[in-house]
Nanobody
């Protein structure tokens, strides 16, 4: 069982930055692939970024490539999402998720555990 708690969301102007954190419980965090997803009002939850269990591979949705960076610190049981050059269209609730070691990190349906979400609002 893994429990996930996101933090770091807030209100920021376009062009600004935020860093989201996701703290995980459990001793097996290092064996999980981790992902960030987001959901805007009236839209489906979509993939943003993911990182494999070792941290050696990262994956990004096209619209955030070059602006967002996902990383993890297995010693702290935490995954991060550094978001730079934020745009109003990045406004959403951001969720972190965990899945057992394996492929398909960009697929929402393979994740077993989800956090409660943190709101990110980017003003124009």
């Amino acid at each position: 069982q893994v429990q996930l708690v996101e933090s770091g969301g807030g209100l920021v102007q376009a062009g600004g930055s935020l860093r989201l954190s996701c703290a995980a419980s459990g001793r097996t965090f290092s064996s999980y692939g981790m992902g960030w997803f987001r959901q805007a009002p009236g839209k489906e939850r979509e993939f943003v970024a993911a990182i494999n269990w070792t941290g050696s591979n990262t994956y990004y949705e096209d619209s955030v490539k070059g602006r967002f960076t996902i990383s993890r610190d297995n010693a702290k049981n935490t995954v991060y999402l550094q978001m730079n050059s934020l745009k109003p269209e990045d406004t959403a609730v951001y969720y972190c998720a965990a899945k057992p070691r394996g492929p398909y990190l960009s697929r929402r349906d393979v994740y077993d555990y989800w956090g409660q979400g943190t709101q990110v609002t980017v003003s124009s």
